[in-house]
């Protein structure tokens, strides 16, 4: 596996930030969390040239999916899964998430808080199972005290 994020490696835009976003916004419009609150998402690379890599691939990717006879061919060829497949038990055992968020509170603290999916959370964590068989393993860090 990877070895996790941190602070000080490239990051760039993901593709679910937009979707992931709004819920989060909207889960603090109905909870009231923060007038404040501002919510950023990204994926981390190791370098500059990793990350471009990795824009340029997804752009050519969802570019050849909006022309139908490319997307036809990637159907075909099993570029792209056909309804109803998925990944093998071996390849979602392999998965895992590691998710870092940093809040700032009014008073200038920062806390960094990191979790760790030891599975494909996608496919047999939580929401889609409701007793995951992996645990999730979380860590808090306070920076300073002045919540």
């Known amino acids: 596996p990877t070895p996790p994020a941190t ?3 490239v990051r760039t835009l993901f593709f679910m930030a937009g979707v ?3 819920a989060v916004k909207r889960s603090n419009a109905l909870n009231g ?3 404040k609150l501002v ?3 990204g994926q981390a690379f190791g370098s500059t040239l990793s990350a471009t890599i990795y824009l340029a691939g997804l752009a ?3 570019l050849c999916l909006a022309i139908a006879p490319i997307r036809a061919l990637m159907l075909a060829t099993g570029i792209v899964p056909k ?3 998925g990944p093998s038990a071996e390849y979602m ?3 895992y ?3 870092e968020g940093t809040a700032k509170g009014s008073a200038g603290s920062i806390i960094k808080s990191t979790m760790q999916f030891h599975c494909d959370p996608g496919y047999k964590g939580k929401l889609n199972n409701p007793q995951p068989k992996h645990q999730v393993k979380t860590t808090n860090l306070v920076i300073n005290n002045e919540l």
Do not use: A, M, R, T
């Open 93 to 95: 055992d392999e998965g």
């Open 7 to 9: 602070h000080e490696q």
């Open 60 to 62: 050519f990717y969802g």
């Open 83 to 85: 309804p109803g497949q």
């Open 97 to 99: 998430l590691i998710v």
């Open 39 to 41: 919510y950023c998402e």
């Open 33 to 35: 969390y923060s007038k």
């Open 20 to 22: 992931n976003g709004n």
